[in-house]
């Protein structure tokens, strides 16, 4: 009988230890781990104010048209162009002064999402503090609607993108812009005759072909372009709302409503120099901003 309290406080002690255990506590008084048996990392706070960028993408970071008829013109892209009438994202974080050997643009006219994996290691090869990434719009500039890339291509190619970065630069913010409406371009750029032979060498045959056609099959095979970027769009956002360091615009450029004196006076496409700078403004605004949009 004497050894029995003993006995009781051994078995009392082993049970408090499983139920603390059991429910997540130490026997110190810390606090539990997030559902799942594990504890959540807090959010880096998002530093508003990154002093090097990098750019990825297609044609219109590469400023295709903006300065001469079917050219690149760097000089003129939103993302780390120099031209003063842009005021690049570069030129806006850095400085017009500041941008050398801390901007990069690895974008390529041309390029689908299936190449973004590629650029995005040269990217992080330069240890940027953001990236700037707008792709898909050549995804859906296709021969045919049927050639535009499938959506869970589209998917696999992005998240393989975002997978290279993180390799390399595991801290760099990225910044992703929405594919713009490529429907809202075909209707503000078939106004302009000279536009449309332009187009006819080849510029996004999916959603330009037949310009001035209006027939239910013309109608059916915009609407089909649109409905793909709208869906490349929602892969975009998603894949960046996995990733702790990076925003999305909200889908700003997609909505923005682009004049004709923001395209392209060669074809009537592609965003002019004024078009450039609308989408540096947007960049900016989403770069800035205190919570993501």
């Given at each position: ?23 997540g506590c130490d026997a110190s008084g810390g606090g ?16 508003r104010a990154p002093r090097s960028v990098a750019a ?238």
């Amino acid at each position: 009988m004497r050894g029995r309290p003993h006995r009781s406080r051994a078995v009392l002690a082993a049970l408090t230890t499983a139920v603390l255990g059991a429910v997540g506590c130490d026997a110190s008084g810390g606090g539990s781990p997030a559902p799942g048996g594990s504890s959540a990392s807090p959010t880096p706070a998002w530093d508003r104010a990154p002093r090097s960028v990098a750019a990825v993408g297609d044609s219109i970071t590469t400023g295709f048209d903006a300065c001469s008829v079917l050219s690149d013109c760097p000089e003129a892209s939103w993302a780390t162009g120099s031209d003063p009438e842009v005021d690049s994202l570069a030129v806006r974080l850095l400085g017009a002064d500041g941008t050398a050997g801390r901007s990069w643009n690895h974008a390529v006219s041309g390029a689908r999402m299936a190449d973004l994996p590629a650029q995005m290691t040269k990217a992080a090869a330069e240890r940027p503090e953001l990236v700037t990434v707008m792709a898909g719009a050549n995804d859906a500039c296709r021969e045919t609607t049927d050639a535009m890339t499938p959506v869970d291509a589209f998917r696999s190619s992005f998240e393989e993108a975002m997978a290279a970065l993180r390799k390399d630069a595991p801290k760099a913010q990225v910044y992703v812009a929405s594919v713009p409406d490529l429907k809202r371009l075909w209707s503000e750029g078939r106004a302009n005759p000279l536009g449309k032979q332009v187009w006819k060498l080849g510029i996004c045959p999916s959603m330009l072909a037949d310009p001035d056609a209006l027939d239910a099959a013309a109608n059916t095979r915009r609407d089909a372009v649109r409905e793909r970027v709208e869906a490349y769009n929602g892969v975009l956002e998603e894949v960046c709302a996995k990733d702790r360091r990076c925003r999305f615009d909200g889908g700003a450029v997609f909505d923005y409503r682009f004049g004709t004196a923001e395209l392209s006076p060669w074809d009537w496409f592609h965003p002019s120099v004024k078009g450039q700078a609308r989408l540096a403004e947007i960049a900016y605004r989403a770069v800035t901003a205190e919570e993501a949009p």
